[in-house]
């Protein structure tokens, strides 16, 4: 049945269909006119006028989510968490319905943990010291990443090229975050390097339940999901190379015995404390490139290339609201101020792995912090024909399924089309199995 379902997508949203077959014909004959003798004559890049820009970003560096069980905890100084003064920016909170800000179960859960400031030496006694932060809280560090970041684009799309006002506008800049402190903190730095600190109206960030949240694989909402990847993490411990590896590390770090620790626990441990220049654990330093490299593993493990339904119930959702845009954008007659010029999307490591899995880019590094994807939509001022550009930490990507790296719409949007899922079909693709399950009880 689901096969029956997936076997073939449509990825125009209704209403849009006639308008879109013929938008592309029409492209198709203006790029048939532009081929020359021996095949495709190269685009001129003069004549392409930039549309809309859609970022996805990692928010920046944090505390670690655990804590690792050992002797000698590092020192998470409060002081870390001090908001550089170019940072601030006011914002205001809302639900994707423009009423309140929903409650964050995960900051709950975060605000549980918190690391303690202990150091404990060989050669001394034990002396704690209390005032730690808590587990994921965006510091200094982190701010400044994503000031940095937000300065980066303004180079390119308010200095460079006269896209964005220099100062934030509300009918230009459309900003969605997850409901997690870290990442709305982080939006609110990246807006302050990129608009100065300036703007014209209120910003508001758009953020959902964590139960229906969509910007990244919500195990907890789609059980299909929870469903496939049960057991994965745990298995993928086990497997060769991985298994080896992770015994070598426990036992160096004297956690022989603790099934808790894996790569992913290590990776956010010392992602973390190198980033803020802190004293690691030897043993961390010294497999630090093996703890990337297994984590990754791990993570592939979980979420398997060759699962397209898997992928598809991770970001599937997500990827219909990028696709989205794109077409509304690319309209012959987009409806008034429907459209904005940039879209932001405070996200995660999480999301930002399988969005470049389906897109064919990732290149087997575990996304850093403040690691961004940005979606370029370009019109070509004589042909009218529509392209996408990809980068990612601002490299050009190639997205598969383009024949070069500044792919015609088109081949991007069949390329993305192959796992994106409407809110009905992922709830559908979602639920599917369950109700499977539980008639073969009945």
Known sequence: MIAGVFGKRVWAPVGALTSLAYFFHRERMASAELRAADGQRPVDRSLLELKMVQVVFRHGARSPLKALPLEEQVEWNPQLLEVPPQTQFDYT????????????????????????????????????????????????VGMEQMFALGERLRKKYVDTVPFLSPSFKPQEVFVRSTNMYRNLESTRCLL????????????????DESSSEVLYPNYQNCWGLRQRTRGRREAAALQPGISEDLKKVKEGMGTDSSDEVDFLVLLDNVA?????????????????????R??????LYILQQEDREGLQMAVGPFLHILENNLVKAADPAPPPNKTRKLYLYAAHDVTLMPLLMVLGTFDHKWPPFAADLTIELYQHQESEEWFVQLYYHGEEQLPRGCPEKLCPLEKFLNTVSLYSLSPEKYQTLCSQAQELELGNEE
């Not at 302050?192 to 953020?207: D, M």
């Not at 973390?272 to 990337?292: D, G, N, T, W, Y």
């Open 294 to 299: 297994r984590a990754v593993d791990t993570a």
């Open 93 to 140: 909170v809302t639900s994707l319905a423009g009423g309140p800000k929903p409650h964050s179960s995960y900051d709950s859960h975060y605000r549980k943990t918190t690391l303690k400031a202990v150091w404990c030496f060989i050669l001394l006694l034990p002396s704690p010291l209390q005032g730690g932060m808590f587990a994921g809280q965006l510091t200094k």
């Open 272 to 292: 973390a404390e190198q980033v803020h220049s802190l004293p690691s654990c030897p043993m961390l330093k010294r497999f630090a490139q093996v703890i990337e």
């Open 192 to 207: 302050a390097g990129l608009f100065q600190r300036e703007k014209e109206g209120s910003i508001i960030i758009h953020t």
